[in-house]
Protein backbone atom coordinates (compact mmCIF):
# COMPACT_ATOMS: atom_id res chain seq x y z
CA UNK A 1 0.00 0.00 0.00
CA UNK A 2 3.01 2.43 0.81
CA UNK A 3 3.93 1.93 -2.73
CA UNK A 4 0.38 2.58 -4.40
CA UNK A 5 1.00 6.27 -2.39
CA UNK A 6 3.34 7.10 -5.05
CA UNK A 7 0.77 7.20 -7.78
CA UNK A 8 0.07 10.40 -7.98
CA UNK A 9 -2.96 12.36 -7.82
CA UNK A 10 -4.14 11.18 -11.02
CA UNK A 11 -3.74 8.07 -10.26
CA UNK A 12 -6.17 8.53 -7.20
CA UNK A 13 -8.43 10.45 -9.32
CA UNK A 14 -8.77 7.18 -11.25
CA UNK A 15 -8.93 4.93 -8.14
CA UNK A 16 -11.90 6.98 -7.11
CA UNK A 17 -13.81 6.81 -10.05
CA UNK A 18 -13.52 3.02 -10.88
CA UNK A 19 -14.25 2.18 -7.41
CA UNK A 20 -17.42 4.68 -8.06
CA UNK A 21 -18.30 2.92 -11.09
CA UNK A 22 -17.71 -0.59 -9.94
CA UNK A 23 -20.37 0.19 -7.09
CA UNK A 24 -22.65 1.54 -9.85
CA UNK A 25 -22.37 -1.94 -11.44
CA UNK A 26 -23.15 -4.06 -8.26
CA UNK A 27 -25.92 -1.87 -7.03
CA UNK A 28 -27.70 -1.16 -10.13
CA UNK A 29 -31.02 -2.64 -9.51
CA UNK A 30 -30.82 -0.58 -6.21
CA UNK A 31 -29.95 2.71 -8.02
CA UNK A 32 -31.91 2.40 -11.24
CA UNK A 33 -34.95 4.11 -10.34
CA UNK A 34 -36.74 2.06 -12.89
CA UNK A 35 -36.11 -1.06 -14.45
CA UNK A 36 -34.17 -0.86 -17.92
CA UNK A 37 -36.74 -1.87 -20.64
CA UNK A 38 -39.44 -0.74 -18.52
CA UNK A 39 -42.06 1.20 -21.07
CA UNK A 40 -45.14 3.02 -19.64
CA UNK A 41 -47.20 5.08 -22.24
CA UNK A 42 -44.61 5.31 -24.94
CA UNK A 43 -46.60 7.58 -26.97
CA UNK A 44 -46.38 10.10 -24.50
CA UNK A 45 -43.08 9.46 -22.71
CA UNK A 46 -40.78 8.80 -25.86
CA UNK A 47 -37.97 11.20 -26.91
CA UNK A 48 -39.20 13.34 -23.32
CA UNK A 49 -35.89 15.60 -22.23
CA UNK A 50 -33.65 15.48 -19.12
CA UNK A 51 -35.62 16.66 -16.05
CA UNK A 52 -39.07 16.16 -17.13
CA UNK A 53 -41.52 15.26 -14.83
CA UNK A 54 -44.58 13.88 -16.24
CA UNK A 55 -47.63 12.72 -14.16
CA UNK A 56 -48.55 8.84 -13.54
CA UNK A 57 -51.93 8.01 -13.49
CA UNK A 58 -52.96 4.60 -12.18
CA UNK A 59 -56.07 3.45 -14.06
CA UNK A 60 -58.64 1.23 -12.30
CA UNK A 61 -57.95 -1.60 -14.70
CA UNK A 62 -54.09 -1.87 -13.57
CA UNK A 63 -52.55 0.56 -16.63
CA UNK A 64 -50.50 3.02 -16.02
CA UNK A 65 -51.05 6.52 -18.34
CA UNK A 66 -49.14 9.65 -18.55
CA UNK A 67 -49.73 13.38 -18.93
CA UNK A 68 -47.63 16.24 -19.03
CA UNK A 69 -49.96 17.80 -16.46
CA UNK A 70 -53.47 16.97 -14.66
CA UNK A 71 -56.23 18.70 -12.89
CA UNK A 72 -59.00 17.53 -10.17
CA UNK A 73 -62.30 18.01 -10.92
CA UNK A 74 -65.80 17.35 -9.25
CA UNK A 75 -66.01 14.60 -11.14
CA UNK A 76 -62.37 12.86 -11.55
CA UNK A 77 -59.47 14.21 -13.12
CA UNK A 78 -58.59 15.97 -16.36
CA UNK A 79 -55.52 15.11 -18.36
CA UNK A 80 -53.36 17.10 -20.77
CA UNK A 81 -51.71 14.89 -22.69
CA UNK A 82 -50.38 14.48 -26.18
CA UNK A 83 -52.23 18.11 -27.15
CA UNK A 84 -55.32 17.00 -25.92
CA UNK A 85 -57.64 16.88 -23.23
CA UNK A 86 -59.02 14.11 -21.58
CA UNK A 87 -61.41 13.34 -18.83
CA UNK A 88 -61.78 10.41 -16.55
CA UNK A 89 -64.52 9.89 -13.72
CA UNK A 90 -62.92 9.31 -10.26
CA UNK A 91 -64.16 5.69 -10.29
CA UNK A 92 -61.67 5.07 -13.03
CA UNK A 93 -58.58 6.94 -11.68
CA UNK A 94 -56.42 4.52 -8.19
CA UNK A 95 -54.16 6.91 -7.40
CA UNK A 96 -56.59 10.07 -7.03
CA UNK A 97 -55.97 12.34 -4.73
CA UNK A 98 -57.06 15.95 -3.98
CA UNK A 99 -54.62 17.78 -6.16
CA UNK A 100 -54.81 15.23 -8.89
CA UNK A 101 -52.64 12.07 -8.61
CA UNK A 102 -50.03 10.84 -5.98
CA UNK A 103 -47.57 9.21 -8.43
CA UNK A 104 -45.21 10.61 -11.05
CA UNK A 105 -42.81 9.29 -13.83
CA UNK A 106 -39.32 11.24 -13.70
CA UNK A 107 -36.94 11.29 -16.69
CA UNK A 108 -33.44 13.01 -15.08
CA UNK A 109 -31.48 12.19 -18.37
CA UNK A 110 -34.77 11.66 -20.36
CA UNK A 111 -35.93 9.09 -22.44
CA UNK A 112 -35.20 7.03 -25.37
CA UNK A 113 -37.80 6.28 -28.27
CA UNK A 114 -39.60 3.32 -26.59
CA UNK A 115 -40.18 5.95 -23.64
CA UNK A 116 -37.47 4.08 -21.62
CA UNK A 117 -35.76 5.57 -18.82
CA UNK A 118 -32.43 6.49 -19.99
CA UNK A 119 -30.98 7.05 -16.28
CA UNK A 120 -32.04 3.57 -15.66
CA UNK A 121 -30.24 1.99 -18.83
CA UNK A 122 -27.05 3.74 -18.23
CA UNK A 123 -26.97 2.67 -14.42
CA UNK A 124 -27.70 -1.30 -16.10
CA UNK A 125 -25.34 -0.21 -19.12
CA UNK A 126 -22.69 0.49 -16.62
CA UNK A 127 -22.94 -3.40 -15.22
CA UNK A 128 -22.85 -4.73 -18.65
CA UNK A 129 -20.23 -2.45 -19.84
CA UNK A 130 -17.72 -3.17 -17.17
CA UNK A 131 -18.88 -6.46 -16.81
CA UNK A 132 -18.26 -7.79 -19.85
CA UNK A 133 -14.30 -5.82 -20.76
CA UNK A 134 -13.77 -7.32 -16.86
CA UNK A 135 -14.50 -10.48 -17.84
CA UNK A 136 -12.97 -10.13 -21.16
CA UNK A 137 -9.54 -8.93 -19.83
CA UNK A 138 -9.06 -11.95 -16.97
CA UNK A 139 -9.38 -14.11 -19.37
CA UNK A 140 -7.22 -12.61 -21.94
CA UNK A 141 -4.97 -12.11 -18.83
CA UNK A 142 -4.99 -15.80 -18.25
CA UNK A 143 -4.53 -16.67 -22.06
CA UNK A 144 -1.51 -14.57 -22.39
CA UNK A 145 0.16 -15.75 -18.50
CA UNK A 146 -0.44 -19.34 -20.07
CA UNK A 147 0.93 -18.99 -23.60
CA UNK A 148 3.63 -16.63 -22.45
CA UNK A 149 4.74 -19.15 -19.78
CA UNK A 150 5.03 -21.88 -21.99
CA UNK A 151 6.89 -20.32 -24.58
CA UNK A 152 9.43 -18.83 -21.72
CA UNK A 153 10.05 -22.51 -20.39
CA UNK A 154 8.89 -24.88 -22.83
CA UNK A 155 12.33 -25.03 -25.10
CA UNK A 156 13.19 -23.04 -28.69
CA UNK A 157 10.88 -25.41 -30.93
CA UNK A 158 7.34 -24.71 -28.35
CA UNK A 159 8.92 -20.88 -28.03
CA UNK A 160 8.88 -20.68 -31.79
CA UNK A 161 5.87 -22.08 -32.63
CA UNK A 162 4.06 -19.90 -29.92
CA UNK A 163 5.31 -16.78 -30.94
CA UNK A 164 5.00 -17.39 -34.37
CA UNK A 165 1.39 -17.71 -33.73
CA UNK A 166 1.26 -14.51 -31.74
CA UNK A 167 2.65 -12.49 -34.33
CA UNK A 168 0.36 -13.95 -36.85
CA UNK A 169 -2.42 -12.67 -34.81
CA UNK A 170 -0.98 -9.13 -34.43
CA UNK A 171 -0.22 -8.51 -37.90
CA UNK A 172 -4.43 -8.78 -38.18
CA UNK A 173 -5.81 -5.62 -37.16
CA UNK A 174 -7.11 -5.80 -34.30
CA UNK A 175 -10.79 -4.18 -34.61
CA UNK A 176 -10.84 -6.23 -38.20
CA UNK A 177 -10.60 -9.05 -36.57
CA UNK A 178 -12.60 -8.72 -33.71
CA UNK A 179 -15.41 -8.22 -36.07
CA UNK A 180 -14.64 -11.11 -38.48
CA UNK A 181 -15.09 -13.08 -35.28
CA UNK A 182 -18.22 -11.44 -33.89
CA UNK A 183 -19.89 -11.82 -37.39
CA UNK A 184 -19.21 -15.85 -37.19
CA UNK A 185 -21.33 -16.37 -34.12
CA UNK A 186 -24.77 -14.88 -32.75
CA UNK A 187 -23.92 -12.15 -30.46
CA UNK A 188 -24.18 -12.68 -26.71
CA UNK A 189 -22.68 -11.66 -23.70
CA UNK A 190 -20.75 -14.56 -23.33
CA UNK A 191 -19.47 -14.54 -27.28
CA UNK A 192 -18.53 -11.03 -27.19
CA UNK A 193 -16.23 -11.70 -23.70
CA UNK A 194 -14.58 -14.61 -25.87
CA UNK A 195 -14.11 -12.50 -28.54
CA UNK A 196 -13.03 -9.58 -26.89
CA UNK A 197 -10.44 -12.06 -25.00
CA UNK A 198 -9.42 -13.80 -28.10
CA UNK A 199 -8.32 -10.79 -29.52
CA UNK A 200 -6.46 -9.14 -26.57
CA UNK A 201 -4.29 -11.65 -25.22
CA UNK A 202 -0.85 -11.43 -27.62
CA UNK A 203 0.80 -8.75 -26.12
CA UNK A 204 0.34 -9.83 -22.45
CA UNK A 205 1.86 -13.21 -23.59
CA UNK A 206 4.58 -10.96 -25.04
CA UNK A 207 4.89 -9.46 -22.08
CA UNK A 208 4.94 -12.14 -19.43
CA UNK A 209 8.00 -14.46 -22.12
CA UNK A 210 10.11 -11.66 -22.32
CA UNK A 211 10.03 -11.14 -18.12
CA UNK A 212 9.96 -14.71 -17.81
CA UNK A 213 13.14 -15.27 -20.04
CA UNK A 214 14.97 -12.20 -17.77
CA UNK A 215 13.87 -13.84 -14.28
CA UNK A 216 14.80 -17.43 -14.97
CA UNK A 217 18.67 -16.86 -14.72
CA UNK A 218 18.68 -14.70 -11.45
CA UNK A 219 20.03 -16.01 -8.05
CA UNK A 220 16.96 -16.46 -6.78
CA UNK A 221 15.76 -19.17 -9.98
CA UNK A 222 19.15 -21.02 -9.98
CA UNK A 223 18.73 -21.54 -6.02
CA UNK A 224 15.47 -22.66 -6.37
CA UNK A 225 16.55 -25.04 -8.91
CA UNK A 226 19.42 -26.05 -6.88
CA UNK A 227 17.45 -27.61 -4.02
CA UNK A 228 15.44 -29.83 -6.31
CA UNK A 229 12.16 -27.78 -7.17
CA UNK A 230 9.55 -28.86 -9.85
CA UNK A 231 9.77 -26.82 -12.68
CA UNK A 232 5.83 -25.93 -12.39
CA UNK A 233 6.61 -24.74 -8.61
CA UNK A 234 9.67 -22.88 -9.79
CA UNK A 235 6.92 -20.76 -12.18
CA UNK A 236 4.05 -20.44 -9.37
CA UNK A 237 6.32 -19.52 -6.82
CA UNK A 238 9.30 -17.75 -7.78
CA UNK A 239 8.68 -16.34 -11.75
CA UNK A 240 5.33 -15.60 -11.95
CA UNK A 241 4.88 -13.11 -9.11
CA UNK A 242 7.85 -11.73 -10.00
CA UNK A 243 6.32 -11.63 -13.64
CA UNK A 244 2.63 -10.59 -12.74
CA UNK A 245 3.08 -6.65 -12.57
CA UNK A 246 3.73 -5.53 -16.11
CA UNK A 247 1.03 -7.81 -16.83
CA UNK A 248 -1.44 -6.69 -14.32
CA UNK A 249 -0.80 -2.97 -15.60
CA UNK A 250 -1.29 -3.64 -18.93
CA UNK A 251 -4.52 -5.72 -17.82
CA UNK A 252 -5.52 -2.15 -16.02
CA UNK A 253 -4.55 -0.09 -19.19
CA UNK A 254 -6.40 -3.07 -21.32
CA UNK A 255 -9.96 -2.44 -19.52
CA UNK A 256 -10.10 1.02 -21.20
CA UNK A 257 -9.70 0.06 -24.77
CA UNK A 258 -12.02 -2.81 -24.16
CA UNK A 259 -14.79 -0.50 -23.02
CA UNK A 260 -14.34 1.29 -26.48
CA UNK A 261 -14.11 -2.07 -28.60
CA UNK A 262 -17.39 -3.18 -26.85
CA UNK A 263 -18.89 -0.10 -27.66
CA UNK A 264 -17.86 0.02 -31.04
CA UNK A 265 -18.85 -3.41 -32.02
CA UNK A 266 -22.76 -2.90 -30.40
CA UNK A 267 -22.74 0.07 -32.27
CA UNK A 268 -22.11 -2.18 -35.56
CA UNK A 269 -24.88 -4.49 -34.12
CA UNK A 270 -21.91 -7.42 -33.55
CA UNK A 271 -22.39 -6.79 -29.39
CA UNK A 272 -24.69 -6.80 -26.59
CA UNK A 273 -28.17 -6.72 -28.32
CA UNK A 274 -31.43 -4.48 -27.60
CA UNK A 275 -33.12 -4.30 -25.24
CA UNK A 276 -30.66 -5.52 -22.90
CA UNK A 277 -28.67 -2.02 -22.38
CA UNK A 278 -25.16 -1.41 -22.83
CA UNK A 279 -23.56 2.09 -23.70
CA UNK A 280 -22.49 0.94 -27.31
CA UNK A 281 -25.99 -0.16 -28.09
CA UNK A 282 -27.28 3.03 -26.41
CA UNK A 283 -25.52 5.44 -28.71
CA UNK A 284 -26.21 3.24 -31.99
CA UNK A 285 -30.14 3.94 -30.53
CA UNK A 286 -29.51 7.67 -30.25
CA UNK A 287 -27.78 8.12 -33.61
CA UNK A 288 -31.08 8.07 -35.21
CA UNK A 289 -32.55 10.63 -33.47
CA UNK A 290 -29.20 12.93 -32.82
CA UNK A 291 -30.74 16.44 -33.65
CA UNK A 292 -34.15 15.58 -31.72
CA UNK A 293 -33.05 13.78 -28.83
CA UNK A 294 -29.38 15.16 -28.56
CA UNK A 295 -29.01 13.08 -24.90
CA UNK A 296 -29.73 9.48 -25.58
CA UNK A 297 -26.36 9.54 -27.21
CA UNK A 298 -24.60 12.09 -25.37
CA UNK A 299 -24.77 10.59 -21.92
CA UNK A 300 -23.33 7.01 -22.64
CA UNK A 301 -20.40 8.98 -24.58
CA UNK A 302 -19.51 11.07 -21.51
CA UNK A 303 -20.12 7.39 -19.43
CA UNK A 304 -17.30 5.94 -22.04
CA UNK A 305 -15.15 8.94 -22.00
CA UNK A 306 -14.58 9.29 -18.07
CA UNK A 307 -14.51 5.22 -17.67
CA UNK A 308 -11.83 4.95 -20.40
CA UNK A 309 -10.26 7.92 -18.90
CA UNK A 310 -10.50 6.64 -15.04
CA UNK A 311 -9.04 3.45 -16.03
CA UNK A 312 -5.47 4.44 -18.37
CA UNK A 313 -5.16 6.90 -14.82
CA UNK A 314 -5.57 4.24 -12.59
CA UNK A 315 -2.92 1.76 -15.39
CA UNK A 316 -0.67 5.08 -15.43
CA UNK A 317 -0.56 5.46 -11.02
CA UNK A 318 -0.04 1.65 -10.71
CA UNK A 319 2.70 1.42 -13.71
CA UNK A 320 4.64 4.48 -11.67
CA UNK A 321 4.10 2.63 -7.82
CA UNK A 322 4.78 -0.88 -8.91
CA UNK A 323 7.21 -0.93 -11.75
CA UNK A 324 10.78 -0.98 -10.35
CA UNK A 325 12.07 0.53 -13.46
CA UNK A 326 9.88 3.49 -13.58
CA UNK A 327 10.74 4.35 -9.77
CA UNK A 328 14.60 3.70 -10.53
CA UNK A 329 14.40 6.01 -13.65
CA UNK A 330 12.57 8.57 -11.59
CA UNK A 331 15.28 8.52 -8.55
CA UNK A 332 17.67 9.52 -11.63
CA UNK A 333 16.44 11.92 -12.64
CA UNK A 334 15.81 13.74 -9.30
CA UNK A 335 19.39 13.20 -8.59
CA UNK A 336 20.55 14.13 -11.26
CA UNK A 337 18.43 17.71 -10.98
CA UNK A 338 20.02 17.74 -7.62
CA UNK A 339 23.01 17.81 -8.76
CA UNK A 340 22.48 20.29 -11.69
CA UNK A 341 21.12 22.70 -9.49
CA UNK A 342 23.10 25.46 -7.82
CA UNK A 343 24.71 25.51 -4.81
CA UNK A 344 22.81 27.78 -2.38
Known amino acids: MSRLRGGGPLFHWGLVLVAALLL?????????????????????SQYRPPGTVLAAVHLAHGDWRLADRVE??????????LGRVEELAAAEVRNLTPDGVADSRRFLLGSD????????RMIHGTRVSLGVALGSVLLALTLGVA?????????????GLLMRMVDALLAFPSLFLLIVLAAFFRPSTLVIVIVLATGSW?????????????????EFVLAARAMGQHPFAILVRHLLP????????????????????ESTLSFLG?????????????IAE???ALARAWWIATFPGVAIAVTVIAFNFLGDGLRDALDPRQRRGSGRDERAAEAEAPAA
Open 24 to 44: VAVLAPLLSPYEPTEQTDPAV
Open 72 to 81: RTPEGLRLHR
Open 113 to 120: KFGRDLLS
Open 147 to 159: VGSAAALGGPVID
Open 202 to 218: MGISRMIRAEILSLRSR
Open 242 to 261: NAFTPALIQATLLVGQLILV
Open 270 to 282: LGIQPPTPSWGNM
Open 286 to 288: GRE
